[in-house]
């Protein structure tokens, strides 16, 4: 009966089954109980169990099967001097450590980010997202984070990550350059410079950050109005044309307020202004072309060359009979010298000459 007793005051069964979500370390319940030599220690996929004796980390173990002796506790074994073995029951704390994914993490900008934009000018920013956070050194994380906390959940450093977070997302953004209007597009970008900026800082703490989402990057509510405006102008046409419209829609609103009839009068107004609420103007006349240049034309009889002439002279001389179809003739763009009746222009001036009037009747 007493060797029973005492059989149930050691445990030769170590292991844990996580039923939670947000778990991720668990001191193994002892109740003050000492650990059998030779006990089965069971470390599943996703898990790491790490010794701490007498306020120092001892061993850690990855997922498996183990049966606890020197063979496999190397640092207790020193800590112990057990350099021979042993066979009597010891006592040391037991951390089991989560190393899966914690996934749907939520971050965001408890205050706007103030920023340079190269359109706007100052102006500031809000941004939220998710992200997923897992265990990659236990030890570290244990020595760094935990302590001696039994039951240490995701809840207790959500807050530290996100302050990081923030911080490196308001560098990032502010010496990326990205236009406002552009970050929508380049958001995964974004996600993965910031990833690589916090990686060292959770590498201290033991941690790593497998993935990192920005949702949305928006504008304080003034700021989107504003913008909302400028937009409504850019659609306009321009500021001038946007006043009238926007004056229009307001005269009609109040017209509509005070009395039917106002209200119709404020619309037909307002379609008097044109699609856009601009005021036609009256339409300019447009000047008429100026006239062509008149062609100069040069003679070229006899090895020598005259003029220059325009076609009022050539006609002239036609006329007199010292101009013919058979005269050479040359203008700017014409290639060489060419008969005077073979140009379309100057054959004109060779047309026949209608024959004398009739003489007048007989008194």
Do not use: C
């Not at 809000?126 to 760094?144: C, L, N, Q, S």
């Not at 970050?183 to 690589?196: K, Q, W, Y």
Request: proline share 9%; no cysteine.
């Amino acid at each position: 009966m007493v060797f029973s007793f005492l059989k149930g005051q050691f445990i030769d069964v170590i292991a844990w089954t996580d039923d939670t979500r947000d778990t991720m370390v668990w001191r193994f319940q002892r109740h003050g109980n000492a650990i059998m030599y030779g006990a089965k220690l069971t470390v599943r996929e996703g898990q790491a169990a790490v010794f701490v004796h007498e306020g120092q980390l001892a061993d850690v173990f990855s997922p498996g099967l183990y049966e606890l002796e020197t063979n496999n506790m190397p640092i207790l074994t020193a800590l112990q001097h057990w350099d021979h073995g042993f066979s009597s029951p010891f006592q040391s704390e037991i951390y089991f450590v989560n190393t899966t994914r914690f996934t749907g993490m939520k971050w965001g900008t408890m205050n706007p980010v103030m920023l340079r934009d190269p359109e706007f000018g100052p102006t500031r920013i809000r941004a939220f997202g998710t992200y997923a956070i897992r265990v990659k050194d236990p030890a570290r994380f244990m020595a760094e984070i935990v302590g001696t906390d039994g039951a240490f959940t995701t809840d207790e450093i959500t807050g530290q990550i996100r302050n990081i977070l923030v911080q490196k997302f308001s560098r990032v953004i502010a010496a990326s350059g990205i236009p406002v209007l552009d970050m929508a597009a380049n958001t995964a970008d974004l996600s993965r410079i910031i990833g690589e900026a916090i990686e060292p800082t959770l590498d201290d703490y033991g941690l790593s950050m497998p993935e990192l989402y920005i949702e949305n990057i928006s504008l304080p509510p003034a700021v989107e109005a504003a913008l909302d405006k400028r937009t409504s102008a850019g659609l306009a046409g321009d500021l001038s044309r946007y006043t009238q419209f926007s004056a229009a829609e307001a005269m009609t609103r109040a017209a509509a307020a005070d009395n039917p009839m106002g209200g119709a009068m404020g619309m037909v107004m307002g379609a008097q202004m044109g699609p856009w609420g601009a005021i036609p103007q009256p339409a300019q006349a447009v000047p008429p072309p100026p006239p062509p240049a008149d062609k100069v034309w040069h003679i070229a009889e006899n090895g020598q060359t005259t003029g220059p002439f325009g076609r009022a002279d050539l006609g002239r001389m036609a006329a007199t009979g010292g101009f013919g179809r058979s005269t050479l003739v040359w203008t700017p763009g014409l290639d060489g010298w060419q008969p005077a009746g073979e140009i379309a222009e100057l054959a004109q001036l060779f047309t026949v000459q209608p024959p004398p009037p009739p003489p007048p009747p007989a008194p």
